[in-house]
C-alpha cells in the first residue's frame, strides 16, 4: 500500500520538482504547473492524464484503483485510490503526469 510519504518520495525524485500547497492539500508543480495533488481524504491522488479517453481506460481497467468525481467531468484528470497501487505503479503514474506538465527540454533531457 502506498502512502503519502512514498508519494512524496517519489514526487519529489522527478528533476524541479517542487511542493506546495493546493486547497490545503500537498501537491507537486514541475516550474509552476502542478502535476499531482493529494485529495483531502488524504489516500487518494489526483493526476493529469494525456486525455479523457485514458482516463475511462484506467478506470475501465481498474475501478479500484482509478476513478472520478462529478467535479473532474470533462477533465483528463483521474483520482488514484493510495490502496489499490503499489510504489511501482504510482511511480509510473506520477511520471507520466510529471512530462505531461513539464516542459518538452526538461522531459527530453529525463527520458535521455
Do not use: C, N, Q
Amino acid at each position: 500500500m502506498v502512502t503519502e510519504d512514498d508519494v512524496r518520495r517519489l514526487a519529489l525524485a522527478l528533476p524541479e520538482t517542487v511542493e506546495k500547497t493546493m486547497y490545503g492539500t500537498p501537491a507537486f508543480y514541475v516550474r509552476g504547473k502542478w502535476f499531482a495533488r493529494v485529495r483531502e481524504e488524504g489516500d487518494v491522488l489526483v493526476v493529469p492524464v494525456g486525455s479523457e479517453e485514458e482516463k475511462a481506460g484506467l478506470i475501465a481497467a481498474d475501478p479500484a484503483a482509478f476513478f472520478t468525481t462529478p467535479h473532474y467531468d470533462g477533465s483528463a484528470a483521474v483520482l488514484v485510490r493510495f490502496g489499490a497501487v503499489d510504489a511501482e505503479e504510482m511511480g509510473e503514474l506520477l511520471t507520466d503526469a510529471w512530462r505531461l506538465r513539464a516542459p518538452r527540454r526538461l522531459a527530453a533531457g529525463f527520458d535521455t
